[in-house]
């Protein structure tokens, strides 16, 4: 059974940086695309940015395009959403999400496996 845990979530000032990971466990990890999406309060969950099972390719909103950067270890199963110049609007829960394809989309019904999801918090 595929399990995704999402960590490094946490209250900080705008401006400011944060990294989040997720460790998967159970899939063939290097073999999958991953992403991440999020959720603010009374929204919808919103694409963040996704990678290629290799991590040569990589997508981004437009919202976070140039501020945040999605990488990946396969040695070490673990995908991570490096977030700079964090905006109070970039507040939400953090989903990480396994596609059972290689390529990456930007659509949530392309993953099949998703986190609990971790709360990062911007303060003005």
């Known amino acids: 059974q595929v399990q995704l845990v999402e960590s490094g979530g946490g209250l900080v000032q705008a401006g400011d940086s944060l990294t989040l990971s997720c460790a998967a466990s159970g899939r063939t990890f290097s073999s999958s695309a991953m992403a991440w999406f999020r959720q603010a309060p009374g929204k919808d969950r919103a694409f963040v940015g996704a990678?290629?099972?290799?991590?040569?390719?990589?997508r981004y909103a437009d919202s976070v395009q140039g501020r945040f950067t999605i990488s990946r270890d396969n040695a070490k199963n673990t995908v991570y959403l490096q977030m700079n110049s964090l905006k109070p609007e970039d507040t939400a829960v953090y989903y990480c999400?396994?596609?059972?394809?290689?390529?990456?989309?930007?659509?949530?019904?392309?993953?099949?496996?998703w986190g609990q999801g971790t709360q990062v918090t911007v303060s003005s």
């Open positions: 990678i290629s099972w290799g991590g040569g390719s990589t």
């Open positions: 999400a396994m596609s059972g394809s290689r390529n990456p989309a930007m659509t949530a019904v392309w993953y099949d496996t």
